[in-house]
């Protein structure tokens, strides 16, 4: 079982950057798929970025593509989302999760994800 850590989180003026890190313990990451998901207040967990376990290719919303990128490691204990030209409405708290899989597909709902962080909360406000 793959506990997860993330870190990273701020205050960021608009236009500027964050790294997100999330770590692994437990278990490596080579057999799961990796998703980024945020929340803001009153609205929905939504996955903004995912890291196929199969050759860790990474996907992105539509809303971040662009701005976003999503990584992980040699070691393959942790996964990074670098954060660029913020907006205000990125604004919200990030969690990384995984679920087990050895396949290319990591696009999935929230529901489908096994093992979750304890978020870190993002601002982005002048």
């Known amino acids: 079982q793959v506990q997860l850590v993330e870190s990273g989180g701020g205050l960021v003026q608009p236009g500027g950057s964050l790294r997100l890190s999330c770590k692994a313990s437990g278990d490596t990451l080579d057999y799961y798929a990796i998703g980024w998901f945020r929340q803001a207040p009153g609205k929905e967990r939504d996955l903004v970025s995912c890291?196929?376990?199969?050759?860790?290719?990474?996907y992105y919303a539509d809303s971040v593509k662009g701005r976003f990128t999503a990584s992980r490691d040699n070691a393959k204990t942790t996964v990074f989302l670098q954060m660029n030209s913020l907006k205000p409405e990125d604004a919200a708290v990030y969690s990384c999760?995984?679920?087990?899989?050895?396949?290319?597909?990591?696009?999935?709902?929230?529901?489908?994800?096994?093992?979750w962080g304890q978020g870190t909360q993002v601002t982005v406000s002048s």
């Open positions: 999760a995984a679920f087990p899989t050895s396949g290319p597909f990591c696009w999935r709902p929230a529901g489908e994800y096994e093992y």
């Open positions: 890291i196929s376990s199969s050759d860790g290719s990474p």
